[in-house]
């Protein structure tokens, strides 16, 4: 067996004719934390959904825990945890009763220890006997995670996990994600959070179907030459300012960051020209600033608008 | 394709989620016990129902005082009122097209003078069978009453006539339902009916409930196969299908005293059968349909021409032969053979035979198809 968790090539997609998926290729090692990003309807969604046999490839060929993802679903199946995007558990079971349910699916042995165990871990226990669709959002989401781990699969395909969960809870979320990588499990972690980018040992970023960069985030961060300026100011000072550097263009983005903005350029000299102009404002401090992931990001999806699903 | 063999595990897991869903499911249980009963109560009216004082026409040509004797019986009885007197066979005709007419009692001419000589005069009633249970008892008393009548009347006068038979010939044309489905058939009818009707609807909403309420994709993640996910989903109805028809037996020979002349074991293994073949075809709509308005329209669909060509609605053997060939496909022709075969005929399974394997061979080609259908990916 490869050292790589997930290796697929060329994998398209399309729904009717619309080409959703576009040579998608994608390696992920063993025990590594592979963030994917990407604006809504860009067809993270889907993507995952071919890795675990849930959609079938048109065309594209590749494994998933060295299995055929086009022949062997049933392998894949088994020894993956996928956390859909939309809370898919039943609403009219209750925490207990999922959890066995899935237990029983995955054909679990040891199924009662297996679901009290989780039910412990994540301080579900005493909510045992609550249904599930009574659970608030944070809640359902970790009733999911603990779902797709039950059967302690090799690989977790997460979708979105984190969305709308509070940020206490993220961070017990990701600790716990660490702490299973560090045991050799690997994941795939779709995500539109910055900071969790930033945690994630490698990242894919798509756009309307196309991946458009593949790194680690300090690779990522350096994919352009993109100068950026941090300015401080008022917010009125900043928000008229703001206005009008929009109209630049030699000026890529500007991005309001708290009391600061964001002000980026391909190129460092005539992105200084262009500035120059603004500088003298009083009350308003320009410094050069490294650019973030966000800023590299805003700029990738550029040439790709939102899709709305 | 890896080979995965059948997980009896997963199965049960499939069947104890459906049941524990089910329970919790307040409505669904409620129609399921609420639509026998209120089915039976009904029809049962239907079926018990002693209709008295039916409308009827007197076409006499016999002015005799045993013509009077006669009407006069069959007024005291209660189930005939005479509302009027007619004079031709095309009024009458037309009495009974319109429905004003439940009967038409025509006394032949001479028929006072005929019954003294013992001649047997024809007493012909024409009744309105489209509605059979209405008829029914009415008809089936009248040859008791008109000869009781009459064999009084005869002692009187001619004491030597009044002897076991009745004196005369009675015929009777039932109108518009020539087999005159009797009361007897509506209890394996409803039977049938009700659960073509619940068995196929709920496992129809099965599976289309998972894909509305994106649960489908999470039991599509697992490992679970499709032929353990249908049939496992299938099994908690069965016992539902079950429980509908031992009310309808109880309430069908307490309350309405339909005979049991057959073996009760036997009955409910032919209904077992009718059930699982209702299931899945249930289940295979719901692989099809893409959500649950879609499988619920394809359960009607299927329940229109159950209805319409099994027998039930119409006496199978008036249909024309494409609609009898048609009728032969659908489960429900067939059951409704094997229920009244059972319980009124008293048959076994030898005679019974050729009404089990059509049942049996619908099943198997439905599961295939909807095997077939399941959708294995979110495509
Ligand atoms: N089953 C489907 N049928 C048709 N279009 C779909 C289907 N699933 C997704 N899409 C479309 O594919 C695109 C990508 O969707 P998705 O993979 O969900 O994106 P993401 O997860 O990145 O938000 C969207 O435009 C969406 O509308
Ligand atoms: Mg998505």
């Given at each position: 067996m490869t050292d790589l968790a997930i290796d697929v090539h060329g994998l398209n997609k399309s729904f009717g004719d619309k080409h959703?998926?576009?040579d998608f290729a994608l390696q992920v090692r063993r025990g590594e934390i592979y963030g994917f990003l990407g604006p809504n309807g860009s067809g993270k969604t889907t993507s995952i959904r071919m890795l675990c046999g849930l959609l079938r490839p048109d065309s594209g060929s590749g494994t998933c825990l060295g299995h055929?993802?086009?022949?062997?679903t049933g392998a894949i199946k088994r020894e993956v945890g996928y956390m859909t995007q939309?809370?898919?558990?039943?609403?009219?079971?209750?925490i207990r009763e999922n959890l066995e349910f899935v237990a029983r699916m995955y054909g679990m042995k040891d199924r009662r220890a297996a679901v009290g165990h989780a039910l412990a871990e994540l301080g579900l226990a005493e909510r045992?006997?609550?249904?599930?669709?009574?659970?608030?959002g944070g809640w359902k989401q970790r009733l999911a995670l603990a779902a797709c781990m039950l059967h302690r699969p090799r690989l977790l395909l997460l979708?979105?996990?984190?969305?709308?969960?509070?940020p206490q809870a993220r961070r017990d979320f990701w600790e716990e994600i660490h702490a299973l990588a560090a045991t050799g499990i690997s994941v795939l972690v779709a995500t539109h959070y910055m900071d969790e980018a930033e945690r994630c040992h490698r990242l894919a970023y798509i756009a309307d179907g196309r991946l458009l960069a593949k790194g680690t985030p300090d690779e990522v961060l350096h994919l352009f030459h993109l100068s950026t300026w941090a300015v401080s100011g008022t917010p009125a000072q900043l928000s008229a300012l703001a206005a009008k550097l929009?109209?630049?263009?030699?000026?890529?983005h500007v991005t309001a960051f708290g009391n600061t903005l964001h002000v980026m350029g391909e190129e460092d000299a005539a992105l200084e020209r262009a500035i120059a102009p603004f500088r003298?404002?009083?009350g308003i401090d320009w410094r050069r600033a490294d650019p973030t992931l966000e800023d590299v990001f805003l700029h990738l999806m550029q040439g790709a608008p939102d899709n709305l699903q | 394709m890896t080979f995965q063999a059948f997980s009896w595990s997963r199965w049960v897991g499939i069947m104890s989620k459906e049941f524990i869903q089910l329970k919790r499911d307040r409505l669904t249980f409620g129609m399921i016990i609420g639509i026998p009963v209120l089915q039976l109560i009904l029809f049962g009216y239907a079926i018990n129902a002693d209709p008295k004082r039916l409308p009827t026409a007197v076409l006499a040509a016999d002015s005799s005082q045993y013509s009077r004797t006669l009407l006069a019986a069959m007024q005291n009885s209660g189930?005939?009122?005479?509302?009027q007197r007619v004079s031709s066979e095309a009024e009458a005709e037309e009495l009974l097209a319109h429905g004003e007419a439940q009967f038409v009692v025509s006394i032949p001419e001479n028929f006072g003078r005929k019954l003294v000589r013992g001649e047997k005069p024809v007493l012909l009633i024409e009744a309105d069978?489209?509605?059979?249970s209405a008829t029914g008892n009415a008809i089936a008393a009248l040859a008791q009453i008109a000869s009781g009548a009459l064999a009084r009347e005869l002692k009187g006068?001619?004491?030597?006539?009044?002897?076991?038979?009745?004196p005369f010939e009675l015929r009777v044309h039932r109108r518009?339902?020539?087999?005159?489905?009797?009361?007897?058939n509506i209890v394996p009818g409803l039977l049938g009916t009700i659960l073509t009707m619940t068995m196929i609807l709920m496992t129809g909403l099965a599976m289309t409930r998972e894909r509305e309420r994106g649960t489908f994709e999470n039991l599509l993640a697992t490992p679970a196969l499709p032929i353990e996910v249908m049939t496992g989903k299938i099994v908690p109805y069965i016992l539902i299908g079950l429980i509908q028809v031992t009310l309808i037996f109880g309430f069908a020979l307490t309350?309405?005293?339909?005979?049991?002349?057959?073996n009760a074991p036997l009955l409910y293994a032919v209904v077992l059968l009718f059930i699982a073949a209702n299931l899945t075809l249930g289940i295979t709509f719901s692989s099809i349909a893409r959500n649950q308005l879609q499988a619920m329209q394809m359960t009607f669909f299927f329940f229109l021409p159950s209805i319409l060509l099994s027998?039930?609605?119409?006496p199978f053997r008036g249909m024309p032969e494409w609609a009898q060939w048609l009728g032969s496909l659908l489960p429900l022709t067939h059951f409704l053979v094997l229920v009244r075969g059972i319980?009124?005929?008293?048959?076994g399974l030898d005679e019974l035979w050729p009404q089990i394997w059509p049942i049996a061979v619908f099943m198997l080609v439905v599961i295939s198809i909807g095997l077939g259908f399941y959708k294995r990916t979110l495509d």
């Open positions: 959703v998926v576009k055929d993802v086009i022949r062997q939309r809370f898919s558990l039943w609403e009219d079971l209750t045992r006997d609550q249904l599930a669709g009574t659970l608030s979708d979105e996990p984190t969305a709308g969960v509070d929009k109209h630049v263009p030699e000026i890529c003298d404002e009083p | 189930y005939w009122r005479i509302t069978a489209s509605d059979p006068s001619l004491g030597d006539l009044a002897g076991a038979e009745p518009y339902n020539p087999e005159g489905v009797t009361a007897y309350l309405f005293e339909v005979p049991m002349r057959g027998g039930f609605m119409f319980m009124l005929k008293g048959n």
